[in-house]
């Protein structure tokens, strides 16, 4: 069966600091794999995703991730966190024999201080 | 284009109640997905749909039904409702099942 963790409840950043949000995931077959950002009080939006090729990928507000087949990891990195950054982040991966449907983790909350 | 809209925003019912959320797109999706929110536990999906006539089983489809009649409508039915319903639903939508999905701004349902 296919599976997403996010091992941290929490990550709190200083503003200006590298932020990392940790993502593992169990398939079977090649993943595909994508990170969502939620806002109080609103739906999710989409941030990035791997299907195939570069193992980096960037996407939108400055966030990248990257794909770890080996550690079967995909953590959403920001070289420099903003206040604005602060949110519910979710990884998703889509994989194995029912290909239409995503499966979320459980959300990481991102506290980025002044 | 709006996107995916849902209607209503809040709700409050009692106990045995029924209801429907709606949910609309305009992006001629073929994809369509209920989730349903709680706190701490991420997404759950309900039902999806790929296209208009077809729809399956999410993950936690007991006490909800749903429908398809066209590509822009799905409709998310609660019938006899329960506490543990109280919960916040996202609709999304998607062209097929490898895009990113894109929600709807949600529905917080209580019921009491």
């Known amino acids: 069966a296919q599976s997403v963790a996010q091992p941290e409840d929490q990550v709190n950043v200083a503003e200006g600091n590298p932020l990392t949000v940790k993502c593992t995931y169990s398939?079977?077959?090649?993943?595909?794999l994508f990170w969502y950002v939620q806002y109080p009080n609103r739906g999710l939006q989409f941030l990035l995703k791997y299907i195939t090729g570069d193992n980096l990928v960037k996407g939108s507000y400055g966030f990248e991730a990257e794909f770890n087949k080996s550690q079967t990891s995909f953590h959403l990195k920001k070289p420099s966190a903003l206040v604005s950054d602060s949110a519910l982040y979710f990884c998703a991966v889509r994989g194995g024999y029912n290909t239409d449907k995503l499966i979320f983790g459980t959300g990481t909350r991102l506290q980025v201080f002044p | 284009n709006a996107g995916v809209t849902q209607t209503p925003k809040f709700r409050i019912l009692k106990i045995g109640q029924s209801m429907t959320l709606q949910c609309t797109q305009d992006m001629n999706h073929n994809y369509m997905y209920w989730y349903r929110q709680d706190p701490g536990m991420g997404l759950k999906l309900i039902y999806y749909?790929?296209?208009?006539?077809?729809?399956d089983k999410g993950e936690v489809p007991n006490g909800y039904n749903v429908s398809r009649s066209t590509t822009e409508d799905f409709p998310l039915r609660l019938e006899l409702a329960a506490p543990s319903q109280t919960s916040v639903y996202f609709c999304a939508s998607n062209p097929t099942s490898i895009y990113e999905q894109y929600f709807g701004p949600g529905t917080r349902l209580t019921v009491t």
């Open positions: 749909s790929v296209g208009a006539g077809i729809t």
């Open positions: 398939v079977s077959g090649n993943p595909y």
